[in-house]
Nanobody
Framework: QVQLVESGGGLVQPGGSLRLSCAASGSILSINSMRWYRQAPGKERELVAVITDGGDTNYADSVKGRFTISRDNAKKMMYLQMNSLKPEDTAVYYC??????????????WGRGTPITVSS
């Protein structure tokens, strides 16, 4: 019943910027940690950034200083601002969250992913 939907992906030149959004919808009582993952072709899925319900953040070393994760709890939204993009950032980016629903249970929810291609 709960869904996460990513948006904002696309094609961008090296050095450019993109902002990804993740919208949560459905029978939601609360959202704990939210995360961005990415998966490049032929590679393992990796954690890019995480933000807790209290706003604490953590980043992969490869994106530290370039990416910023944020959230708006009232809107049930999460964002990833990506600056100074590099070709190695090319991947499908996934939204992920721990959600407490009206079933009174916690579940981990994944979005379907949005592709980002960084190329000249």
């Amino acid at each position: 019943q709960v869904q996460l939907v990513e948006s904002g992906g696309g094609l961008v030149q090296p050095g450019g910027s993109l902002r990804l959004s993740c919208a949560a919808s459905g029978s939601i009582l609360s959202i704990n940690s939210m995360r961005w993952y990415r998966q490049a072709p032929g590679k393992e899925r990796e954690l890019v950034a995480v933000i807790t319900d209290g706003g604490d953040t953590n980043y992969a070393d490869s994106v530290k200083g370039r990416f910023t994760i944020s959230r708006d709890n009232a809107k049930k939204m999460m964002y990833l601002q990506m600056n100074s993009l590099k070709p190695e950032d090319t991947a499908v980016y996934y939204c992920n969250a721990d959600i407490f629903g009206t079933t009174l249970t916690w579940s981990e929810v994944w979005g379907r992913g949005t592709p980002i291609t960084v190329s000249s």
